[in-house]
């Protein structure tokens, strides 16, 4: 019977649901019809896989070819239906053996040579093909996505005539080498540390706590004073991910069209988008949805310098996802959605001449540029933090006493395990009633709290976030209860929200 049926997997975000290409010859005029909602990159497989299989040296057969990609209401895209195309008709003409298709999958571009070239987003393919333990057939091109997976039952095919060869089982194809050897982390290039920048011993803090906490955290401060260089120094206390982590960041970047290299693998993803971009680039979508900037930033960390330029509808979409940890994007055809459990730092100027200290601006213009960042936006950062201007002579002055990264990154990875073994999660993913059972607060300094927060005007966010910041800085100091010390130093790290109740008092 002149049918075949050959496995393969589509694109849908970070997922590659399998997608069965049927191909059927049948009597009457010569005709290559391809049906099951392909996009146009997929309708013009037809020309390629005709002239890579003239030029790889098969009979194209001169009758009704008809492709189903099943199921049809999956929408599908890019050029990695070639190489199963092109198989499924070398089964169906009988030019290879039908049987030797089975237990396989095939993702590939073809050039019209019969090269097989590489495809972005498979890293998804091999993990699901993995869960299936069936043999993936992919271009060698590919091969780096495979070893970040580990999946011993892959081939890499580099023409159509080696893949006929295989399958006629006369030669073999090479796949991954199980005994690799991963790039140990202290092979990393030495990066900069947190004791170059000069003073600000309270921004230092605030970063150390943000990091054991996964706390967002907003820089205030005119230019120059070491906003960026703090924040860019975040990734260095932070720890390593593990696979698991690491493999879903990976599968991420991977759809976005961004390889990640085996010596990045367990390396938390660092973005930093310009004030420009638009809100589709910074939380994904498109007329083909793709993971925007926060979810490229997912288990890392995103920064936006200069936050007050951003238009408010931008930073507005951020606000649910920073609560979700995930984002939905609804398109006709299909809904997607992306992991986005990122940290956010945002580092601004207090006013738009740049300083409020002699400043060019009157109350109201301040006031204005403020606005930009609306009340629930704010609400999401745990601490906001004053970075002053430096005192005189800290420029020339010889501190040898500054702690650095890796000694603070020491404290950050042991409060990490304290509060991993005490609730399982960080402590800025403590929902209210682990805050009550594992928190360990008196209960009149709960009221205390409750008092202060009324009195600065805060919201119910705004308390349990404080109560989270208060906890984390109890665990950096290896202390098992919370004391009111620790929730007058959370209440301390309020910069924005006294900054405003200067500007409404004047």
């Not at 089982?169 to 796949?175: A, E, K, R, T």
Request: net charge neutral; proline share 6%; aromatic share 6%.
């Amino acid at each position: 019977m002149p049918i075949a049926s050959i496995a393969t997997r589509a694109s849908f975000g970070v997922q590659a649901p399998p997608v069965t290409v049927e191909v059927h010859l049948s009597n009457g005029l010569p005709a290559f019809n391809l049906v099951g909602l392909p996009e146009a990159s997929v309708k013009e497989a037809k020309e390629r896989v005709r002239s890579a299989l003239i030029n790889a040296g098969f009979e194209f057969p001169m009758r009704r070819i008809t492709v189903n990609l099943a199921p049809a209401d999956l929408p599908k895209q890019g050029g990695r239906y070639d190489l199963p195309i092109a198989i499924g008709i070398l089964a169906a003409s009988k030019q290879i053996p039908a049987k030797s298709v089975e237990q396989h999958e095939f993702v590939g571009e073809l050039a019209l040579t019969g090269h097989i070239r590489y495809c972005q987003g498979l890293l998804p393919v091999i993990v699901e093909a993995s869960k299936q333990n069936s043999t993936l057939v992919l271009p060698i091109d590919n091969r780096e996505d495979a070893e970040l997976v580990g999946f011993e039952k892959v081939c890499f095919a580099t023409h159509l005539q080696s893949l006929a060869a295989y399958l006629h089982g006369q030669s073999q194809l090479p796949s991954i080498d199980l005994n690799l050897e991963w790039l140990t982390q202290s092979s990393e290039p030495k990066t900069s540390c947190l004791s170059e920048v000069i003073g600000q011993y309270q921004a230092k803090q605030a970063l150390e706590i943000a990091a054991a906490g996964n706390h967002n955290l907003l820089l205030l401060g005119p230019p120059g004073t070491g906003k960026t260089m703090l924040a860019s120094r975040m990734m260095q206390l932070l720890p390593k991910l593990n696979y698991d982590e690491a493999l879903e960041v990976a599968a991420i970047h991977s759809v976005a069209g961004n390889n990640i290299k085996p010596d990045s693998f367990y390396r938390r993803p660092f973005r930093s988008p310009h004030h420009t971009c638009s809100a589709v680039s910074l939380v994904g979508g498109g007329a083909q949805p793709k993971p925007g900037e926060i979810s490229l930033a997912h288990r890392g960390v995103l920064f936006l310098d200069e936050v007050a330029e951003f238009p408010r509808k931008v930073l507005d979409c951020l606000r649910e996802p920073m609560e979700t940890g995930e984002v939905s994007i609804s398109r006709a055809a299909a809904k997607l959605t992306f992991a986005s459990r990122f940290q956010l730092i945002a580092a601004m100027n207090p006013s738009p001449c740049g300083d409020t200290d002699n400043a060019r601006a009157s109350n109201e213009q301040i006031q204005r540029y403020l606005s930009k960042l609306s009340g629930p936006f704010l609400d999401r950062f745990d601490l906001t933090i004053d970075v002053p201007k430096l005192p005189l002579g800290s420029l020339n002055s010889q501190n040898t006493q500054a702690e650095t990264s890796e000694t603070i990154a020491k404290r950050v990875q042991q409060a990490r395990k304290t509060q991993l073994a005490r609730s399982g999660v960080l402590n800025s993913e403590l929902t209210g009633k682990q805050l009550k059972q594992d928190a360990r607060f008196r209960d009149d300094d709960l009221v205390f709290l409750e008092q202060s927060v009324h009195r600065l005007g805060l919201s119910v966010r705004s308390y349990h976030r404080l109560q989270r910041v208060a906890r984390t800085i109890a665990d950096l100091q290896q202390e098992d209860n919370v004391s009111r010390a620790h929730i007058a130093q959370a209440l301390g790290y309020r910069a924005m929200d006294r900054l405003l109740a200067s500007l409404s008092s004047q």
